[in-house]
């Protein structure tokens, strides 16, 4: 099978397939905007928690592989919405506005591009893509179709997310020099366990669920939500957390790109049978020299009391830690005299510069901030209707994701690769360029 190429997203649909819906559409009745929902386990679940409190929304359809998350979540909506294993019964219902897509990675793509080429707004959950160029022709689906589109990175809608971020691009800490992640989750020794391969369950379609991904023997630990330790499906804790702390060190860079990348890690302690690493590191240099990392520790905990996720950014005159629920500034003590000289018999000159230190920077604590999804599906219903772009409009979702991707990318090559942001392209390595892409399984394909 020949990858699918850039001129594809740029060809007609099948026939009978809507053209996008200009800013004067016509909504359902008494204006509310009439959902599909792609995708019910796990985050979908959540997802479709976050749209059910809306007023204006109305879920009228429902899509998923496994008829026990169709009929909790039909019963969930209410309101009899129809229910199907076909994503493209959704897509072809002239009465949806919108769909929301909440299936694995190594979904989101084609049905992403179909559902744009189909006319319909496309709330997608992060990761955006699988794969680097996917990413890219998402975008270009978005924009040729007029979508409105939002990618489910919901700290875009955060309120206390936006204040610090907005901070630290400001100047706040000074010239932010060092920013860091972190995922820290012990799952020593036995991690997700060791199914053998097995028949696949009669209430399952194995074959529909792998999709694009090559084809593999059923084994449970590569459905539902431990898809994301397979390569095929995903690209681990980078591309899940990660993702969403990139989303916060870009926005607080005032960045969407990096110029290199490097990695190291591997499968060091967990048995299970996984395929990404229990433990990694990845470093981005950025411009305006900054250096960004991502930490993933799966077989070592954090002790009691130290921050084992979100964010950390570094700067010249302190810190900022974003954590679940708000932000701290942490003062570093400066003095404007030069750091002395001294040999190792005498402190004496040492001491005095630090005790002549003041805060460069008044200390500050928020809490009490959220994080929550309805937020973010609000700001994606608000703008369906005023057309304008989302918070986290799927450009934002593409370099967030493409960062995260390029770790991967490194990490497998066990190079240092640099990135052109333009071209979205290495520029030092076709090796690397080569896995931007991978092959889709026939008969899945993008439209030709």
Same mark, same amino acid.
């Given at each position: 099978?020949?990858?699918?190429? =850039?001129? *594809?997203f740029?060809? #007609? ?10 800013a ?29 409190p ?9 899509? *998923?592989?496994?008829? +026990? ?8 909506a209410?309101g %009899? ?16 506005? !919108? ?9 989101h793509?084609?049905? $992403?591009?179909?559902?744009c ?7 997608v959950?992060k ?14 689906? !978005? =924009?040729?179709?007029? $979508?409105?589109?939002q ?7 955060s309120?206390?997310? =936006? ?7 400001k ?20 991690g997700?366990?060791? +199914? +053998?391969?097995?028949?696949?369950p ?5 074959d529909?669920?792998l999709g694009?991904?090559?084809?593999? +023997?059923?084994?449970?630990?590569r ?10 499906? %995903? ?9 969403h702390?990139?989303? /916060? ?9 990096p110029?290199?990348?490097?990695? /190291? ?12 690493p ?25 002790? #009691?009391?130290?921050? %084992? ?6 700067g010249?005159?302190g ?12 003062p570093? #003590?400066?003095?404007?005299?030069e ?5 190792p ?21 928020v ?14 219903? *608000? ?12 450009e ?17 090559n ?8 333009? #071209? ?10 080569a ?8 008969p899945?394909?993008?439209?030709a």
């Amino acid at each position: 099978m020949t990858h699918p190429t =850039r001129r *594809d997203f740029h060809k #007609a649909g099948a026939a009978g397939v809507l053209t996008a819906l200009s800013a004067g559409r016509v909504l359902g009745a008494n204006s509310r905007i009439r959902l599909g929902f792609i995708g019910l386990g796990n985050r979908g679940d959540q997802v479709l928690d976050a749209f059910l409190p809306h007023n204006d929304a109305e879920i009228i359809a429902l899509c *998923d592989l496994y008829q +026990p998350y169709l009929d909790f979540a039909a019963k969930k909506a209410g309101g %009899s919405p129809k229910t199907t294993k076909n994503y493209h019964d959704i897509l072809s219902n002239k009465d949806v506005d !919108a769909v929301v897509i909440c299936t694995p990675d190594h979904w989101h793509a084609l049905q $992403t591009v179909h559902a744009c080429q189909a006319g319909k707004d496309v709330y997608v959950e992060k990761p955006l893509s699988l794969c680097g160029e996917e990413g890219r022709r998402m975008v270009e689906a !978005a =924009r040729q179709h007029k $979508t409105v589109t939002q990618v489910g990175l919901m700290r875009r809608s955060s309120a206390f997310c =936006r204040e610090a971020c907005e901070f630290v691009r400001k100047g706040g800490i000074g010239q932010v020099t060092v920013a860091r992640a972190f995922h820290i989750q012990n799952e020593w020794p036995k991690g997700i366990g060791n +199914p +053998p391969n097995a028949e696949e369950p009669k209430d399952f379609s194995w074959d529909q669920w792998l999709g694009p991904a090559p084809k593999v +023997p059923y084994n449970k630990n590569r459905t539902f939500y431990r898809f994301r330790w397979f390569y095929d499906y %995903s690209g681990g804790q980078l591309t899940n957390f990660g993702v969403h702390y990139l989303d /916060l060190i870009h926005w607080a860079l005032g960045q969407d790109a990096p110029l290199a990348v490097t990695a /190291l890690g591997g499968k060091y302690a967990v048995q299970d049978n996984r395929e990404v690493p229990d433990t990694l590191e990845v470093l981005w240099q950025y411009p305006g020299n900054t250096l960004v990392s991502f930490s993933q520790f799966n077989c070592t905990a954090a002790p #009691a009391g130290i921050n %084992s996720g979100e964010v950390e950014l570094r700067g010249t005159k302190g810190t900022v830690y974003i954590q679940s629920k708000g932000w701290m500034v942490v003062p570093d #003590a400066l003095t404007e005299h030069e750091f002395p000289v001294h040999t190792p018999i005498d402190r004496a000159a040492e001491r005095g510069w630090r005790e002549g230190a003041k805060p460069a920077i008044e200390p500050r604590t928020v809490t009490g901030g959220k994080q929550d999804t309805a937020d973010h599906a609000r700001n994606f219903l *608000d703008c369906v209707v005023s057309r304008q772009p989302c918070n986290a409009d799927i450009e934002i979702g593409h370099r967030d994701t493409s960062a995260a991707l390029i770790g991967e990318v490194a990490l497998k090559n066990k190079v240092y690769l640099e990135w052109d942001a333009k #071209a979205e392209k290495f520029s030092n390595s076709e090796a690397a360029n080569a896995r931007l892409r991978y092959e889709y399984r026939p008969p899945y394909q993008f439209p030709a």
